[in-house]
């Protein structure tokens, strides 16, 4: 395999500390069967953790476990002021105007369907019912199609969409006929999961916000590649999940407007979202509390508090840099291999980390075997967007994703690893 040093000159943009990045996350240096290095290449699906992660969620565990909100005592305290600060680090880490406007979630699909279920239920201007209508993109994860498709059934809204073009890129030609005085919800993601593609989400926030339109992004492919400010890319509401963001699985995040979140009901009723419980009522708390019934995810906001704090001291702009030189030496190297179609743009500009392929004559799942057993770990199969791959006229596909420790030796392993496929399938 290609080492590190030999290529780094060769990428401008590269994180000039890789190698002390790849130090920071303990399982990149572990072997797999047969003595192989680990090659991982699967972040768009879960990104590895950092050393600090782990041990910030260690020391909670070992020095200050304890519910929050509720103990009162030292213990207590001490576990509320970590949760809480982490909400703080999450607020800042994408420029939320307030700390109340986050809430945590288990993940990205509970905050997608918190808010398809809460409007469902809303009153006044955010309810929906017949003739209203709501659209979203025919590049969406499942998480940003199936809780629009419940609400619409379920209240009698139309869903609409828009489609791609052949490069792989939301077709916006008819925008005006899409987006109409009919339209009450726009969903669509920033970056797409499947073919890398980032989305013109300001632009198309904007359209939106002309017919009054609440405007919901899902950016959990987003947040850990791109710097983000929630206010700037015109959300109304935008979730993203912890585990792709070198933070633990388990939590997610949901932040939004105060004038939304303040109209929308509760989504889950329990301890602490309340003010008053009597037996023939309840009155609710504040946001975010509203929104974060019975026992939250605490060591795991503990764990995605440092892992905001580290990207940060990475750099946002720095890592989406390194972001953009590898995905570029990955789509130059897999140009190289006979046989092989990219699912998405092919122009570095203006696409993530995440590259989708198929190789003529061998099925996705064949090909991931093949390259574990040489060490590489790549993903297989629809990567929950089934609708995206019919578009492109495949059941699904490889998926090859980087992040800010993957080194251009990976992506040569990679390749090398794919020609080795086709000669094992005696493909050509």
Known sequence: MTTQTTTTGLLPGLLPELEVIRADFPILERTLAGGLPLVYLDSANTSQKPQCVIDAMV???????????????????????????????????????????????????????????????????????????????????????????????RTGATLRWFGLTEEGRLDLSNIDDLITERTKVVSLTWVSNMLGTINPVAEIAARAHEVGALVVVDASQAVPQLPVDVVASGADV??????????????????????????????????????????????????????????????????????????????????????????????????????????????????????????????????????????VAVRAGHHCARPAHARFGVQSSTRMSSYLYTTPGEIDALVEALAYTRSYFKVG
């Open 59 to 153: 020391d909670h565990l070992e020095h200050h476990n304890a519910n929050v909100a509720r103990a009162m005592h030292q213990l207590g305290a001490e576990s509320s002021e970590a949760f809480e600060a982490a909400r703080d680090r999450v607020a800042a880490f994408i420029k939320a105007p307030s700390r109340d406007e986050v809430i945590f979630t288990k993940n990205a699909s509970e905050a997608l369907n918190l808010v398809a279920n809460t409007l469902m239920w809303a009153t006044g201007d955010l309810a929906l019912g017949k003739g209203d209508e709501v659209v979203i993109t025919e590049m969406e994860h499942h998480s940003n199609i199936v809780p629009w498709q419940l609400l619409t059934q």
């Open 238 to 375: 935008l979730v993203f999940t912890g585990h792709k963001v070198v933070g633990p699985t388990g939590i997610g995040v949901l932040w939004g407007k105060r004038e939304v979140l303040d109209q929308l009901p509760p989504f889950l009723g329990g301890g602490e979202m309340i003010e008053t419980v009597r037996m023939e009522r309840s009155t609710y708390a504040g946001i975010p509390h509203k929104f974060e019934a019975g026992t939250p995810p605490i060591v795991e906001a503990v764990g995605l508090g440092a892992a905001v704090d580290y990207l940060d001291h990475v750099g946002m702009d720095a890592i989406h840099a390194h972001e953009q030189a590898i995905t570029g030496y990955a789509l130059q190297g897999l140009a190289t291999v006979p046989g092989l179609r990219v699912l998405g743009p092919l122009d570095v500009t203006g696409r993530g980390g995440a590259i989708s392929f198929e190789l003529d004559g061998v099925h996705p799942h064949d090909i991931a075997q093949v390259l574990d057993s040489r060490g």
